[in-house]
């Protein structure tokens, strides 16, 4: 398959044309791969869960799926990953949970930068040290999608894998590189991915890691965790979901005082970033009903411990980029 989407090709809009397109990769991928085996990091996010569900179609056992848990992954996701893999789909699928290994090499490392870069080199370490411990993988599966290949040298950054020492170079098998995100999630949803997985909102490779500030501690990880489940409960609830591009928490890496059972109570605060945007360059902030805002401050506060207020971010990009990091 040539790196560049034909003119003729049609933009996968409905569930026949998805259809129509799973049949040929199939083939396509049975025709590449023959009886060889395939390696695939699954992060569980939107192009990697529809390559590995493709992939299973056209050659079942002979794909094995890894998922590193870098214990930077939001409420329940890792969870999600093995639940469909794993039980539903019958995968072959291995799951490290690496969460030690990460939090100890981010202690006390406060700088964006040298976070980012700990998260992406250690994720390589451990991918490559399973990679090693697997016999006769002869291809890497990717889930490159077009704007990747337009924006990019074709190397999925965020997939991180593209790090990968010289010795451990393989063919690469990349289904989905000539389709849009769009598609991509029409092509998932054809092949059964549940909609919690294919209307996944983009996640950074980093994870939590950009959005727990400053020098990650394993308390205010949890308490972002468990904040940003509750924001993503009750936009779910409440509509916001299906109209806002992305949302999340950020924890700062400071406290205030407050007060809890009337006793001085020192917390941090939790950062609602709302913002819709159609390519992430520029982004706007999406108005939240007051009602739903109170809503998800009151069970914020009163649920997660370790938070004792609740900001709302009305910066839009540019100035403020989307993440916080
Ligand atoms: P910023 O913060 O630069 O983010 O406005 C723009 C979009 O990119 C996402 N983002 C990442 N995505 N790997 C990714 O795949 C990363 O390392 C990464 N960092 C930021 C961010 O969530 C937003 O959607």
Redesign the pocket.
């Known amino acids: 398959m040539s790196n560049v989407r034909p003119d003729t090709m049609v933009r996968i809009t409905t569930p026949e044309l998805a259809e129509q397109f799973i049949a040929e990769q199939v083939k396509e991928v049975q025709a590449q791969v023959g009886d060889k085996k395939v390696l695939l990091a699954l992060s569980g ?1 939107v192009d990697s869960s529809v390559v590995a569900a493709l992939l299973i179609k056209a050659i079942g056992k002979q794909l094995v799926c890894v998922h590193v848990n870098h214990g930077l992954m939001r409420k329940g996701e890792s969870e999600e990953v093995i639940e469909v893999f794993r039980n539903q789909l019958d995968a072959n699928l291995v799951y490290i949970d690496a969460t030690d290994r990460f939090l100890s090499l981010l202690e006390n490392v406060a700088e964006p930068e040298k976070k ?1 870069k700990i998260i992406g080199g250690e994720f390589i370490k451990v991918f490559d040290e399973e990679a090693r411990k697997l016999e006769g993988i002869s291809f890497l599966a990717q889930g490159t999608i077009y704007p990747d290949i337009l924006e990019s040298d074709g190397v999925k ?2 997939h991180n894998v593209g790090g990968l020492p010289e010795d451990m170079q393989f063919e690469l098998v990349e289904p989905v590189k000539l389709l849009y995100k769009d598609e991509v999630r029409v092509v998932g949803k054809a092949l059964g991915l549940p909609s919690s997985m294919v209307d996944r ?6 994870g939590l890691g ?1 959005r727990c500030l400053g020098a990650i501690t394993r308390d205010r990880l949890h308490a972002l965790r468990e904040a940003d489940a509750i924001l993503r409960e009750e936009f779910d609830k409440n509509g916001l979901a299906t109209k806002v591009w ?1 949302y999340f928490i950020a924890v700062p890496d400071m406290k205030s005082v407050g007060v809890k059972d009337d006793k001085r109570y020192e917390g941090w605060p939790a950062i609602i970033r709302a913002v819709n ?1 159609k390519d ?1 360059m520029t ?1 706007t902030i999406e108005e939240i009903p007051y009602e739903v805002l109170h809503h998800i401050t009151d069970r914020i506060t009163h649920e997660v411990d370790g938070i004792n207020r609740v900001l709302l971010d009305l910066t839009p ?1 540019p100035i403020g ?3 916080w ?1």
């Open positions: 996010g980012r950054a965020h909102q983009p996640f950074p490779g980093p950009v992305q945007t992430a982004a990009k980029t989307i993440e990091e």
